[in-house]
């Protein structure tokens, strides 16, 4: 039996932070709009000819010092992405070749928001059946190439940015008490499309589109289906809510995050919410706000660590991991 272990995490985020009195400029909005609706106060912007794959890289680079690892120890490569550079090849296979990783395989994983979730499940579950050791999981977006400039519901909410974790397989079954991945909780329905997508795509309209969203009705569904995904994982592990040491949701408006972890029973004081200053970086969001809580002390070995995410799909899940 093998468990996934974290060994390390990075993050990167863009120099270039724009406000939103920078955006009250380019829309119809205020600062006091952004921050009362959704909690954000700025976000990261990628530069011109600054690629998902750059940020992934950064962010790799990042947890690869952190594990104290070179690129020769990583057999596989994930990164989850709604924003590739190119329709193919994938922006993980760029990022293997950026990070000089000549080993194992290398895709990208698409579920948007919860990209990041549904990639730590999926790592976990080829490390845990003998397809790989050691996996570079990232999650990175540059979401401000596919915003609508002119839409003010959408283009405050969104920025650029990149997260990543090495989990390595270690001998042991999962347990509560170890350290590794947990559990996981993966959902999808398709029905809700409509409600939270991009309107183009290569077999589609042969544009990239750009994303729309009934803000209200997401919303709405993000705080049942977030809650439903950790009550079922804690259920699976038997824990109380107030086991947990951090709650590290998807990081899309703070009143969501709020609500949800109300609803759950989970101390504000232990909750990580970067979405102030990040925004919502979608697929990043998750390892962007871990890196956070690992660089400033509060997330440290042997603490039990929750993540959750909902997004486009719509898809939602949680993972339940010992740092
Ligand atoms: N500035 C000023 N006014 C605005 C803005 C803006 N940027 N955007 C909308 N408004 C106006 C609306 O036009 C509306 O005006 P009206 O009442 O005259 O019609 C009013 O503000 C209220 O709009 P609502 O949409 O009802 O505002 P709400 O309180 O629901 O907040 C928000 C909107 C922030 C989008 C919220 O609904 C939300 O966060 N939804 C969830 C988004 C989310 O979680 N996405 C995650 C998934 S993302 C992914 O998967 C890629």
């Not at 690892?69 to 293997?96: H, M, S």
């Not at 730590?120 to 790989?132: I, K």
């Not at 991009?198 to 009934?214: I, K, N």
């Not at 609803?263 to 979608?282: C, D, F, M, W, Y």
Request: with cysteine.
């Amino acid at each position: 039996m093998v468990r996934s272990v974290v060994l390390g995490c990075g993050a990167y985020l863009p120099a270039r932070v724009m406000t939103n009195h920078d955006l009250a400029r380019i829309v119809d909005t205020s600062d006091e709009w952004i921050l009362e609706r959704s909690g954000i106060s700025e976000r990261h912007i990628a530069a011109d000819g600054e690629l998902t794959s750059d940020l992934a890289a950064a962010a790799g680079r990042d947890a690869l010092a952190a594990a104290g690892l070179g690129p020769e120890a990583i057999d596989l490569v994930l990164v989850a992405t709604a924003t590739p550079d190119r329709t193919f090849p994938a922006t993980a296979a760029r990022v293997q070749a950026k990070l000089g990783i000549t080993g194992g395989a290398a895709f990208d994983l698409q579920a948007v928001c919860t990209g990041f979730v549904y990639t730590v499940a999926t790592a976990d579950g080829l490390l845990r059946s003998g397809v790989a050791r050691r996996a570079l999981v990232i999650g990175a977006e540059t979401f401000s190439r596919i915003l609508d400039w002119t839409d003010r519901t959408t283009c405050v909410l969104f920025g650029d940015g990149a997260g990543a974790i090495v989990l390595e397989a270690r001998p042991g079954e999962p347990a509560v008490g170890e350290r590794g991945v947990i559990a996981s909780y993966l959902r999808a329905d398709g029905r809700l499309e409509d409600l939270l997508y991009v309107d183009g795509g290569p077999s589609s309209t042969g544009q990239v589109g750009h994303l729309r969203m009934a803000g209200r009705e997401v919303f709405r569904h993000a705080v049942t289906n977030i809650s439903e995904a950790v009550e079922t994982v804690l259920r699976q592990t038997g824990l109380p809510a107030d086991a947990i040491d951090w709650f590290v949701p998807h990081q899309a408006n703070k009143r969501i995050i709020d609500a949800t972890a109300k609803r759950l029973g989970i101390a504000p004081e232990k909750v990580i919410t970067t979405v102030q200053v990040h925004g919502n970086t979608s697929a990043a969001s998750v390892p962007l706000a871990l890196a956070v809580g690992v660089a400033d002390g509060r997330i440290r070995p042997g603490h039990l660590v929750l993540l959750e995410a909902m997004g486009g799909g719509f898809t939602w899940g949680a993972t339940l991991l010992r740092w």
